[in-house]
T-cell receptor, first 114, second 113 residues
Framework: AQSVTQPDIHITVSEGASLELRCNYS??????LFWYVQSPGQGLQLLLK??????LVQGIKGFEAEFKRSQSSFNLRKPSVHWSDAAEYFC????????????FGTGTRLTIIP | KAGVTQTPRYLIKTRGQQVTLSCSPI?????VSWYQQTPGQGLQFLFE???????NKGNFPGRFSGRQFSNSRSEMNVSTLELGDSALYLC????????????FGNGTRLTVT
């Protein structure tokens, strides 16, 4: 069975500082990996996705993530955070085409200090 | 294109009642999935429909059901509501093709009293 671990429940960073959110997955085959962001009272917005190819994936809002098969990780990074990045971030793994079921991590809540 | 639309945004029901939630996918998307989000259990997959057929199902009791119409719109139904069914119910649609991700709606917040 597939699983996702986000070890950090809550992270606080200063505005302008760099950010890295950790994600580790467990999946038997090549995974489809995603990062979603959720603002309070809202649904999930897709930040970026990895299906195959380049292991460094660029997303929206200046985010990027790196797939490392040897470490079963898919960490999300941003070089300089903005106050508007405060939200909850979810990593997810899926089996891909024909199987729309995603397994989500428990999420990391990001707080930005002015 | 318009995004995934879920109605209603908020619902308050009483234990024992039933409820129906609606989801309109992005135009052209044929797959609709439903997820339940609670503080204790996080995001959990309920089921997925493709071309009016349930293709995948999560680990939820039979009180949770769904259907999809020929225009890809979907409804989910919860019968005999329990307090623990209070949650944010999220609908997502996709093109169900290689490299097509899920796009989520803003959810329906269900409160059971």
């Amino acid at each position: 069975a597939q699983s996702v671990t986000q070890p950090d429940i809550h992270i606080t960073v200063s505005e302008g500082a760099s950010l890295e959110l950790r994600c580790n997955y467990s999946y038997g085959a090549t995974p489809y990996l995603f990062w979603y962001v959720q603002s309070p009272g809202q649904g999930l917005q897709l930040l970026l996705k990895y299906f195959s190819g380049d292991t460094l994936v660029q997303g929206i809002k200046g985010f990027e993530a790196e797939f490392k098969r040897s470490q079963s990780s898919f960490n999300l990074r941003k070089p300089s955070v903005h106050w508007s990045d405060a939200a909850e971030y979810f990593c997810a793994v899926g089996a891909g085409f024909g199987n729309e079921k995603l397994t989500f991590g428990t999420g990391t809540r990001l707080t930005i200090i002015p | 294109k318009a995004g995934v639309t879920q109605t209603p945004r908020y619902l308050i029901k009483t234990r024992g009642q039933q409820v129906t939630l609606s989801c309109s996918p992005i135009s052209g998307h044929r797959s609709v999935s439903w997820y339940q989000q609670t503080p204790g259990q996080g995001l959990q997959f309920l089921f997925e429909y493709f071309s009016e057929t349930q293709r995948n199902k999560g680990n939820f009791p039979g009180r949770f059901s769904g259907r999809q119409f020929s225009n890809s719109r979907s409804e989910m139904n919860v019968s005999t509501l329990e307090l623990g069914d209070s949650a944010l119910y999220l609908c997502a649609s996709s093109e169900a093709q290689a490299n097509s991700p899920l796009h989520f709606g803003n959810g329906t917040r269900l409160t059971v009293t």
